[in-house]
């Protein structure tokens, strides 16, 4: 069974999410657009917020947020319990992500990526697996006590 994916976005992110949510729904993902869905001007945590919502009520999804940068996001995000938000730029950090921090979040910048290496970003992030062992260690070292 695949994975959810729930892409979220800011007016910053728009035009890059929308090109990434049609490109996983050609690849038949089951991903979800939370919004926003204009280039008007919004509040990044309120989208942040929405996704996050998402991933721990189903801690088996994926999710995806992107704003200008990916920092606002990135921080938004990672504020909450049981989100690995991890802003990439490359597909390396992608992979790494997942492999060894077990991101369950991939930030974008809009306005930094170019469509093309953006949707690279999103298939290394999708097609690799947390690796567990000394990583899953570290992990619960992160979890509130």
Known sequence: MQKKIYLSSDHGGFNLKEQIFDYLCR?????????TNSLDS????????LLVNKIKSQPNAFGI?????GIGMSISANRHDQIRAAL???IKMAKLSRQHNNANVLV?????LNVKMAKKIVDAF??????????ELR???????
Do not use: M, Q, W
């Open 42 to 49: 919004v509040d990044y945590p309120d989208y942040s917020r």
């Open 139 to 145: 992990l619960n070292k992160l979890k509130n006590k």
């Open 65 to 69: 947020l992107i704003c200008g940068t």
């Open 126 to 135: 999708i097609d690799s697996d947390f690796e567990f062992g000394r990583h």
């Open 88 to 90: 990439c730029t490359d």
């Open 27 to 35: 690849k038949n993902f089951n991903a979800h657009n939370l919004g």
């Open 108 to 112: 974008l910048g809009g306005r930094i």
